[in-house]
């Protein structure tokens, strides 16, 4: 439908906005603007008040200018944010000391992870199109250094990183929708599990479900939760390396 649709997008525009490569002066008066200003308000924005509070309005009034100063430095909602993914992604550390791919790939995962977790917006606001700015290149170029020099080739050295950041943010997903349920209820997992596990083996216990039954009750006891998102990405994360082991121990040996 029409209304679903996402603005378009100047790429031009976009790409000056991201590369800095033309920014108006302040002039006069109100506190002094930047690019680089208005970005950081509105992460700030986003990370307490989620994506959906998200308007150059909210922006302008919380740097205390009028809205269409914000307008002069950031066309719309739609380029502020292409620049606030490319900012937050400059925080993932990119330490150059680890040693074998694992363990450059489990460092990646984590850092990705973390950056979810500090900044749940990105979860919504990354699209299969990515932002073509200094940041996202920098990481992007960074994490292939992971699998880099392995055996693999281009391609895959792109889908061993695609698999890998596809499992993060399905585990990140999953984390923010367990956030936003014990918000909706007002229950936490716990408490949740408290009130739910004395049906589960009132109903299942009866012999016609039994594998659900204990594996159900075992997992629920462990976790104190139906389901335990640290605990899927740390044990999802160590089976996708596996498998690319796989894949690498292939190449090693001529497999096609």
């Known amino acids: 439908m029409p209304g679903d649709r996402r603005p378009s997008v100047d790429p031009a525009r976009s790409l000056a906005l991201l ?3 033309r920014e108006p002066v302040s ?3 109100g506190p002094a603007l930047s690019v680089d200003r208005i970005v950081r308000q509105g992460i700030e924005i986003a990370d307490a008040e989620g994506i959906d509070a998200l308007t150059m309005r909210r922006v302008s009034e919380a740097l205390g200018v009028a809205t269409m100063s914000v307008y002069t430095y950031v066309p719309g909602k739609t380029e502020l944010l292409t620049v606030m993914i490319d900012t937050v992604y400059g925080e993932t550390a990119r330490p150059a000391d680890l040693t074998g791919w694992r363990a450059r790939l489990e460092q990646v995962a984590r850092e990705n992870w973390a950056l979810y977790r500090r900044h749940p917006w990105l979860l919504r606001a990354e699209t299969s199109r990515p932002v073509l700015g ?6 992007y170029d960074y ?3 992971a699998v880099d020099g392995i055996g ?3 391609l895959e050295m792109d889908s061993v990183l695609t698999l890998v950041l596809g499992h ?11 956030v936003d349920l014990e918000r909706d209820t007002g229950l ?3 408490q949740w599990w408290r009130a739910h596990a004395p049906w589960l083996e009132l109903f299942a216990t009866g012999g016609s479900f039994p594998t659900a039954a204990r594996v159900g009750t075992a997992a629920g006891q462990a976790h104190g939760a139906a389901y335990h998102p640290a605990h899927a990405f740390e044990f999802g994360l160590q089976r ?4 690319i082991a796989v894949v690498i121990a292939d190449r090693a040996a001529g497999t096609p």
């Open 134 to 139: 200094p940041n996202l290149l920098a990481k």
């Open 27 to 29: 002039r006069g008066g």
């Open 19 to 21: 590369w800095r490569t």
């Open 143 to 145: 994490e292939l250094g």
């Open 188 to 190: 936490t997992e716990d």
């Open 240 to 243: 996708v390396l596996d498998g």
């Open 168 to 178: 993060v943010r399905s585990a990140a997903r999953a984390a923010l929708d367990q």
């Open 152 to 154: 693999l080739t281009d």
